[in-house]
């Protein structure tokens, strides 16, 4: 992290990871704000592995400047991401109630906000385990993982799509009920928002 915008040139950073060890309760990473922090010269992802989201044309790297996985009530608001040779920010699978807002995204490699859930071996299987769990025990879980409740708003997203013509301002994956509003996006290679699938 860095509030130099040159702090880091020819020296790629590390990604900023809010990872919980599992999607159990109490396993979880929650309640973090991070607020008027800029983010930049990371390197780039194209030759990092890929894989395919939901059925379509896409393949995604499951990672970004800022990469959060189980974890609830995260908070990114007024930050700085310029220079990101990838994602700037994706959130994987069993995540809840992050708010991206008030934050500006410019010369992006790939996406600037990803929301992609994970089914794990249960390849285009959109049952959500955590869900099934609730409901019939931890037999019924089959490992999916589904990104609910997110909101990406009023953050302005250009210049991205750089090295990944597969990129969008907002990238959607198997990942319901997620909420992205009151967002200018603009300069970019290919989508302004890309709705993955009917999820």
Request: hydrophobic content about 30%; aromatic content about 10%.
């Given at each position: 992290m860095s509030?130099?915008?040159?702090?880091g040139v020819g020296m790629p950073l590390?990604?900023?990871?809010?990872l919980g060890s599992s999607s159990d309760p109490g396993s979880r990473v929650e309640h973090v704000i991070i607020s008027n922090l800029s983010f930049g010269y990371t390197s780039a992802q194209f030759f990092r592995p890929h894989e395919e989201t939901s059925g379509g044309d896409?393949?995604?790297?499951?990672s970004g400047a800022i990469k959060i996985e189980n974890a609830t009530g995260l908070t990114f608001v007024g930050c700085n991401f310029i220079h990101i040779g990838g994602n700037a920010v994706f959130l994987s699978a069993s995540v809840r109630n992050v708010?991206?807002?008030q934050s500006r995204f410019d010369f992006l490699g790939t996406n600037g906000v990803a929301i992609q859930g994970k089914t794990g071996t249960a390849l285009m299987d959109g049952r959500d385990g955590e869900a099934m769990m609730t409901v019939h025990g931890p037999?019924?879980?089959n490992g999916v993982r589904l990104p609910k409740n997110n909101?990406?708003?009023?953050n302005v997203f250009s210049n991205y799509g750089v090295w990944d013509k597969q990129s969008a301002a907002y990238h959607k994956a198997l990942a319901p009920g997620?909420?992205?509003k009151d967002n200018v996006c603009f300069n970019s290679s290919r989508h302004g928002v890309n709705f993955q699938d009917g999820m």
């Open positions: 509030t130099n915008p040159m702090r590390t990604t900023r990871r809010f896409y393949a995604t790297h499951r708010t991206v807002t037999s019924a879980d909101l990406v708003s009023n997620n909420i992205f």
